[in-house]
């Protein structure tokens, strides 16, 4: 979080413990439906918002939004692939929860926002150097 990264919370609880299935399938549920809020705050950042907002900004300000978009969802992607979410997921697919379809889509989501953002700093960060001299002219 101190990166300005998205860190997803894990919900307290030893999943080997069997004895109260459905308040901890509940409390998986609730990790999800976090984890679902934080992500798509994340996807719905949009590069034009400083102009929709009527400032003016600067090439370099599309830069950073990118860098810091993709950073953003590299570690979301990092997060989703870690065994910790994956078993919170599968213990939520064996329990056939109706969340784990459209956690699904996100993740899919997640994918390809993510390899936009890559992309989009891929290509930018060659202008860099001349967008810095611009704005120093």
């Known amino acids: 979080q101190i990166k300005g990264e998205t860190r997803l919370p894990m919900p307290p609880l030893d999943m080997n413990d069997s004895s109260n299935g459905k308040s901890l399938i509940s409390l998986l549920e609730g990790a999800i439906i976090t984890w679902t809020k934080q992500i798509k705050s994340v996807l719905k950042q949009d590069p034009e918002s400083q102009l929709k907002q009527g400032m003016h900004p600067t090439p370099d300000v599309e830069i950073e939004f990118w860098k810091n ?15 910790r979410i994956r ?8 329990s056939k929860s109706t969340y784990c379809q459209t956690f699904a889509r996100l993740c899919k989501e997640v994918f390809a926002a993510r390899m936009e953002a890559n992309d989009n700093m891929k290509y930018l960060r060659t202008l860099e150097d001349w967008f810095s001299r611009l704005n120093e002219e």
């Open 69 to 83: 978009k993709a950073n953003n969802l590299n570690s979301i992607f990092e997060q989703l692939q870690s065994q």
């Open 87 to 94: 078993r919170v997921l599968r213990a939520l697919d064996q």
